[in-house]
């Protein structure tokens, strides 16, 4: 579990099923990646998968439950995906239910994750994608602090639709950078 001045980030569970089918079926939550809208067996297939990665050892997924302090709920999920051939790096990946939108929970909520890659996992680069379109995503991950790494073209197939798909990244100097002033200082 993770806490944030706002929010609680925590492991989900079955009992999740409700607010997530909730937010993976809607149109629009989905409307820029290349799941969804979800049947009830795809998200119960996505809580069976994190529920599991949740105790595998050793962990390449860290997935957790969005919630208000004060509003207890779930609001979505935010998540590090990390490639057992290359552990030193991982992606973020997140959604959430439209109310969440425009309320800098999806910003807090990353940047939580994205520290806790860099100061407790040891990550030497976070990484994400998002639709070129997705103007909230882009958002967030400028906030995050990541920068563009380029464009994959014609990357991503969205219910049939051939679209394109920016990386962004942010190394482990550049998270330090921005999180404690005074070394800017001193280089």
């Not at 049939?160 to 999180?179: A, F, K, P």
Request: with cysteine.
């Amino acid at each position: 579990m993770l806490e944030t001045e706002r929010l609680v980030l925590r492991e989900i569970t079955e009992a999740d099923f409700e607010r997530i089918h909730g937010y993976a079926t809607d149109p629009e939550v989905v409307q820029y990646v290349p799941w969804g809208p979800n049947t009830e067996q795809d998200t119960h297939d996505f809580l069976a998968r994190t529920m599991i990665a949740a105790v595998a050892e050793p962990r390449f997924e860290y997935v957790f439950g969005v919630e208000l302090r004060e509003e207890p709920g779930l609001l979505g999920s935010v998540g590090l995906y990390i490639r057992p051939e290359d552990t030193d790096q991982a992606m973020l990946g997140y959604a959430y239910d439209r109310s969440a939108w425009g309320r800098g929970i999806a910003t807090e909520a990353a940047l939580a994750m994205v520290g806790t890659g860099f100061d407790l996992l040891g990550f030497r680069r976070i990484w994400a994608s998002c639709d070129p379109d997705n103007q909230g995503s882009r958002r967030v991950l400028e906030k995050v602090g990541m920068t563009i790494e380029g464009l994959l073209r014609r990357d991503l197939v969205i219910r049939g639709e051939v679209r394109d798909n920016l990386v962004w990244s942010i190394l482990e100097d550049e998270w330090r950078d921005r999180t404690n002033p005074s070394r800017r200082r001193d280089r």
